[in-house]
């Protein structure tokens, strides 16, 4: 693979063709904030946390930097003020779903969102993916999956191979950007409740 230089926030970058701006920057020690990202699961851009803002052949956009590959002479931005009050707006709505997340409470501090902005919701998932990802693409198990659209979206785990599986395993329980508990919650729903867990909803891993 043959190098491609870019420029992130005023630092030249070397990186090899087929990196994401996301990967260019974190071999450079440049930080970019992310939830769903993760050095084992393919690129996901579910929590838009690492969009930042990209300037290529005199046109300047903003991207989701986790997907968007790099290319030579792109100049990238990491921090501006569009770009905080994206990723403050992004936190604000995430922390309707999980106000007590640590990790969540860590970002909000550092681009001043607001815990209670939106109105609280019932489920803790920020439906950041990597349980379901990390079941699929590594453990090659699909135990857990994606049901309903939009609003109702969620995760739940297949009760009958969750309760062959899962709890030798749990490897998906630190992913959680909420904490060990949502994983644990859904997990024992499935289990202590197959019916509530895939009737009538379908899953989509």
Known sequence: MSDIILQIDGKKVIAK?????LEAAQSADIY??????????????????CTVE???????KFVVGCLYPVEQDLVVRTRSEMIDRVRRL????????????P????????????????????????????????CAEVKKKNVIGFVDQGAKREIS???E???????????????????????AYHLTKAIAF??????PKSVKL
Request: net charge negative; hydrophobic share 35%.
């Open 17 to 21: 063709e087929g990196m994401t701006v």
């Open 32 to 49: 970019i904030p992310t939830l769903c990202h993760h050095e084992l699961l393919e690129p996901y851009g579910g929590c838009r946390l």
């Open 54 to 60: 990209v300037e290529s052949r005199g046109r300047t």
């Open 90 to 101: 992004i936190l604000e709505f995430l922390l309707a779903h999980a106000p007590d997340s």
């Open 103 to 134: 990790q969540l409470q860590m970002l909000a501090k550092e681009y001043g969102a607001k815990k209670d902005r939106f109105e609280k919701e019932s489920s803790f998932c920020v439906l950041c993916g990597l349980c379901v990802r990390y």
């Open 157 to 159: 785990f297949i009760p």
């Open 161 to 183: 191979l969750a309760a062959k599986e899962c709890w030798d395993c749990k490897e998906c329980f630190p992913l959680c950007p909420t904490s060990y508990l949502q994983a």
């Open 194 to 199: 197959p019916s509530l867990a895939t009737e």
